[in-house]
């Protein structure tokens, strides 16, 4: 038998598998017979669709699991927010906390609810926020806020974009009044604009009040598109929405210096005393861990610096009905710690894409809204607390589980608690 290279013993178990050629070639070739289950054709909520569902999943799954009698009564909450309505999943949710911010916004000793099937995640991040309210809180303030979309256009030649852009920047206040007709809470706060050759993209940031806005800011975008198409001086030879130049539902490092969402920085200072009592660690334990490991970043070539802020966000967006593909870029940052004049540590985190509303998507749903009550901050108003409340969340947990590496409790904790 020949030698494998390296990459051939990694794939060894594939190689295995396709060793018969007739069989593979019958296992990937294309069928084009009629699929055995077909969806209703409306995708809308109603008795009857989802009887028609439920007529070929019965004998799949147990119908009550996913349509239990709660679920079949609200169903008619879900129309704006599901197509093809089967049911609804039901995920445990816990409470962290209490949290004290002491931010621009948010001003209270806040109650976390955190939505994850994952143990010992919920009981670091109650560590974390009882260290900071120990500590008499966290500072946070909002620094920025927008939300983008990104047209783009393609012309023959680079002059052509040259006198395209020529004509665009003359087009402000059209483009404001053009996107604006279209939602009573966006205002188009400002357009960049970016040249690669003979390819050109707009940049159109909004700010969304209370919402988060992905939906608002694409409608709006969309309408300006259309001025664009039926009144530039010169016509574009393609011409596309969304360039992917937004960083929608992507991690991207153009919004580390930026904002996509709302940006926050929370910090707090922490006594020796603290550190000792609730992590059984030191300062300067925990800030060679995060001098080490800023270089595994380094290394690793990720956008930001931050221990795990997806494990907040995304058990913080599920349980308060936000958009939860937005944790892939709302989860880049930077946490940063030091030891103070006085023995103690200083930590900081700044999360430039947080992607919250508090009205809107799924803040009205009856759990989601809820778990918003429960922090007091669900409707008009509210947006910029609960994205300072989520960046002391993060910052909570980056203390919680920084301590935990540098005491060697992490592998421990989730032995007891996960099994």
Same mark, same amino acid.
């Given at each position: 038998?020949?030698?494998?290279?390296?990459?051939?013993?990694?794939?060894?178990? +594939?190689?295995?598998?396709?060793?018969?050629?007739?069989?593979?070639?019958?296992?990937?070739?294309?069928?084009?017979?009629?699929?055995? %289950?077909?969806?209703?054709?409306?995708?809308?909520?109603?008795? !009857?669709?989802?009887?028609?569902?439920?007529?070929?999943?019965?004998?799949?799954?147990?119908?009550?699991?996913?349509?239990?009698?709660?679920?079949?009564?609200?169903?008619?909450?879900?129309?704006? &927010?599901?197509?093809?309505?089967?049911?609804?999943?039901?995920?445990? $949710?816990?409470?962290?906390?209490?949290?004290?911010?002491?931010?621009?916004?948010?001003?209270?000793?806040?109650?976390?609810?955190?939505?994850?099937?994952?143990?010992?995640? +919920?009981?670091?991040?109650?560590?974390?926020?009882?260290?900071?309210?120990?500590?008499?809180?966290?500072?946070?303030?909002?620094?920025?806020?927008?939300?983008?979309?990104?047209?783009?256009?393609?012309?023959?030649?680079?002059?052509?974009?040259?006198?395209?852009?020529?004509?665009?920047?003359?087009?402000?206040?059209?483009?404001?009044? %053009?996107? =604006?007709?279209?939602?009573?809470?966006?205002?188009?706060?400002?357009?960049?604009?970016?040249?690669?050759? &003979?390819?050109?993209?707009? $940049?159109?940031?909004?700010?969304?009040?209370?919402?988060?806005?992905?939906? *608002?800011?694409?409608? /709006?975008?969309?309408?300006?598109?259309?001025?664009?198409?039926?009144?530039?001086?010169?016509?574009? !030879?393609?011409?596309?929405?969304?360039?992917?130049?937004?960083?929608?539902? !992507?991690?991207?490092?153009?919004? *580390?210096?930026?904002?996509?969402?709302? !940006?926050?920085? /929370?910090?707090?200072?922490?006594?020796?005393?603290? %550190?000792?009592?609730?992590?059984?660690?030191?300062?300067?334990?925990?800030?060679?861990?995060?001098? *080490?490991?800023?270089?595994?970043?380094?290394?690793?070539?990720?956008?930001?610096? &931050?221990?795990?802020?997806?494990?907040?966000?995304?058990?913080?967006?599920?349980?308060?009905?936000?958009?939860?593909?937005?944790?892939?870029?709302?989860?880049?940052? #930077?946490?940063?710690?030091? %030891?103070?004049?006085?023995?103690?540590?200083?930590?900081?985190?700044?999360?430039?894409?947080? #992607?919250?509303?508090?009205?809107?998507?799924?803040?009205?749903?009856?759990?989601?809204?809820?778990?918003?009550?429960? *922090?007091?901050?669900?409707?008009?108003?509210?947006?910029?607390?609960?994205? =300072?409340?989520?960046?002391?969340?993060?910052?909570?947990?980056?203390?919680?589980?920084?301590?935990?590496?540098?005491?060697?409790?992490?592998?421990?904790?989730?032995?007891?608690?996960?099994?």
């Amino acid at each position: 038998m020949p030698k494998l290279n390296l990459s051939q013993r990694r794939n060894k178990p +594939v190689f295995s598998q396709v060793s018969d050629t007739n069989k593979l070639e019958k296992l990937l070739t294309p069928r084009f017979k009629r699929p055995a %289950v077909r969806l209703t054709p409306s995708p809308y909520i109603t008795e !009857k669709n989802i009887t028609k569902r439920w007529e070929k999943l019965t004998s799949l799954t147990d119908k009550n699991a996913l349509l239990d009698s709660q679920s079949l009564n609200d169903a008619d909450l879900y129309n704006k &927010n599901i197509e093809h309505y089967i049911g609804t999943v039901k995920l445990p $949710v816990g409470i962290a906390g209490p949290l004290r911010v002491n931010g621009l916004n948010a001003q209270n000793d806040f109650l976390i609810p955190l939505a994850t099937t994952e143990a010992a995640l +919920v009981a670091s991040y109650n560590r974390g926020s009882q260290l900071i309210t120990a500590a008499g809180g966290a500072s946070a303030i909002l620094l920025n806020e927008g939300v983008t979309r990104t047209p783009v256009f393609a012309f023959q030649h680079l002059a052509d974009a040259g006198q395209f852009v020529s004509w665009v920047v003359t087009q402000y206040d059209h483009f404001k009044q %053009v996107a =604006e007709s279209t939602t009573s809470h966006g205002k188009l706060h400002d357009i960049n604009i970016n040249v690669d050759g &003979n390819q050109v993209y707009l $940049v159109f940031e909004f700010h969304t009040g209370d919402a988060s806005g992905q939906n *608002m800011v694409t409608i /709006a975008t969309n309408e300006v598109f259309r001025y664009i198409l039926e009144h530039s001086p010169i016509e574009p !030879k393609d011409a596309f929405l969304d360039g992917n130049l937004s960083g929608d539902k !992507k991690p991207n490092a153009h919004t *580390m210096r930026h904002v996509r969402g709302k !940006k926050v920085s /929370a910090d707090v200072h922490l006594s020796r005393q603290l %550190v000792e009592k609730y992590l059984h660690t030191t300062p300067e334990a925990m800030v060679k861990f995060g001098q *080490m490991t800023t270089t595994g970043a380094a290394l690793s070539g990720g956008i930001g610096v &931050n221990a795990h802020y997806a494990n907040a966000l995304a058990a913080f967006y599920i349980a308060c009905g936000q958009d939860a593909a937005c944790v892939a870029e709302s989860a880049i940052g #930077m946490t940063r710690m030091e %030891v103070s004049e006085q023995g103690g540590l200083y930590a900081c985190v700044t999360l430039p894409n947080l #992607m919250v509303g508090t009205v809107g998507g799924g803040t009205s749903l009856p759990s989601q809204k809820a778990c918003l009550d429960i *922090m007091g901050l669900h409707g008009n108003g509210k947006a910029k607390a609960l994205a =300072e409340v989520a960046a002391s969340l993060c910052l909570a947990g980056e203390l919680s589980i920084v301590g935990a590496f540098c005491a060697d409790h992490f592998s421990r904790a989730h032995q007891k608690l996960a099994r």
